[in-house]
């Protein structure tokens, strides 16, 4: 069964109930359908769409945090009279994600300031990142890892392990 359309179903229901058809009264349809289904679950067996559908507003909400953060961040270093940047390039282990996934990763990745993905080996097992601040590359790769772990979470995986990079 697809969730989301079910999801969806619900939240125009609710709109034709409540007679009103603005897109925030489809958003609280939504959210209606969505806690509707999460009680429905042993019925529907809808965990996993459940935890998808709180995974991607996780993931949703860290990433504009992160993109605010990061732009204050870069902002404040470039004003500096002294540059704190040391440009370099770092791997990142990618074969625990799938190729939808490590697509929104490089994406999240070039949109987030001082940081852009550069390429992916032939393999598909590294991603290669240059980044402003290449002085750290673990705090680097841990923030990259955050990423990679929501991105599971919001398609409805456990999160992945902690594991030491290259």
């Known amino acids: 069964m697809n969730y989301l359309a079910l999801n969806l179903v619900l939240a125009i229901v609710w709109m034709f109930l409540y007679g009103d058809f603005s897109t925030g009264n ?18 529907l067996g809808s965990r996993r769409y459940v935890r998808s559908v709180l995974g991607v507003v996780h993931l949703t909400v860290e ?10 961040h870069l902002a404040r270093d470039i004003l500096r009279p002294v540059s704190p940047f040391r440009p370099g390039f770092i791997r990142f282990d990618i074969r625990d994600l799938g190729s939808t996934q490590t697509v929104l990763l490089s ?15 032939e393999q598909g097992n590294t991603l290669y990142v240059h980044t402003l601040y290449a002085q750290d590359p673990d705090a680097v790769r841990h923030g990259i890892r955050r990423f990679a772990n929501l991105i599971h979470r919001a398609t409805g995986s ?8 290259p």
């Open 63 to 72: 990433f504009v945090w992160e993109l605010v953060v990061a732009n204050i």
């Open 26 to 43: 489809l958003v609280v349809g939504f959210l209606v359908g969505l806690i509707g289904i999460a009680f429905s679950r042993p019925v």
């Open 158 to 165: 456990d999160p992945l392990p902690d594991e030491e990079q």
């Open 107 to 121: 994406n999240l990745v070039s949109l987030t300031p001082g940081t852009l993905t550069v390429d992916i080996d």
